[in-house]
């Protein structure tokens, strides 16, 4: 229920989306003050677009976060991989001079450089038994490998360490950003579930004619401008048309805005970064009068929003929960510039 879109902007108008937040802010605390009567379908509809913009703008945000964590722990594997490898290397050096110390006891003595193992300063025994030429040339070789070795595990190990307490940070970080996005999500329906049966059945029917109407208007679009890549994306997105919006959804299953689009073009053989931020700069900026079926069109100052433009004045877009992928008019929504890929 509840409506992504706004009235059709004039002359396709920016608006500013912190701005427009903190009028309609300011409305709902002064309509609560002044108990004034309830809202009307226009009202309740407004306020549930601001809420529905601003978790669409913290889901990419937790996308962009969800990320930087998935990248956080391949790194942490990699070290503690990178450092078993270094463990077995130096196990196996610190064997080779334990042979020797035992063929040296079995012989009568043991060579003044295997007393490495006794010294709290490898560093200081090496250069004093270098001084002393107590140490051949192979043995000082493999008794400073044997010291680099074990600082570079304990770098390692270090670097180990501080990247999970920093994957320990963004987790919790992300935590603090879902509940942030369910409880927009939730103060949205609150707001839905104050309108009558009538008023709903009514929002909904306008919903039903505005997508019918922008479907139509999509329909018999000439590509011969459109890129190999842009007309292959829309062809997979247009095959999605249905498919529920699904918070963080990237696959047929259910797509959010990005998901949808980095998908699509996956399919065309072209990997988009993940979230809408990031895809507005992943090709060429066009404008508005520029824009051929295929393109990547964003939406709203931050850029938390992304479709594809399906010509005629259409974007395919994931829009958001409880609605499904559907064609909308561009000016719905605020446009900022259009990405060509390839």
Known sequence: MGSHRRPKQPSRARIGFFGATAAATVAI???????????????????????????EAATEEYNAAKEDEEELQEEIEELQD????????LNALRGSLGSAASAQYRTGGIDPSVQLFLSSDPDAYLDQASTLDQVSGRQAETLRTVESQQRSLDQQREEAT???????DLRERLEEQKDTIQQKLNDAQDLLNQLTEEQQA??????????????????????????????TALAYAQGMLGVPY??????????????????????AGVSLPR????????????????????????????LHHVGLYAGNGQ?????????VVEYIDIDYMPFMWGIRVG
């Open 82 to 89: 990178s450092t078993a490898r270094g463990q077995d290397e």
């Open 315 to 323: 974007v395919i877009h994931a829009p958001k929960p409880g609605d």
């Open 246 to 267: 699904v918070w963080g959804g990237t696959t047929p299953s259910g797509f959010d805005c990005s998901g949808l689009t980095s998908w699509a073009y996956s399919q």
């Open 29 to 55: 605390t002064t309509q609560g003050a002044q108990a004034e009567p309830e809202p009307t379908i226009e009202e309740v509809q407004e306020d549930v677009d601001r809420l529905y913009e601003e978790a």
């Open 202 to 231: 009514a929002l909904e029917a306008q919903e039903a004619a505005e997508a019918q109407e922008a479907a139509e208007a999509a329909q018999d679009v000439n590509l011969d401008g459109a890129s190999t890549y842009g007309a």
């Open 162 to 168: 501080e990247k999970l307490a920093e994957l320990e």
């Open 275 to 302: 979230t809408s931020a990031e895809q507005a700069y992943a090709g060429s900026q066009i404008g508005y009068d520029q824009l051929q079926p295929g393109d990547l069109v964003f939406f709203y100052d931050d």
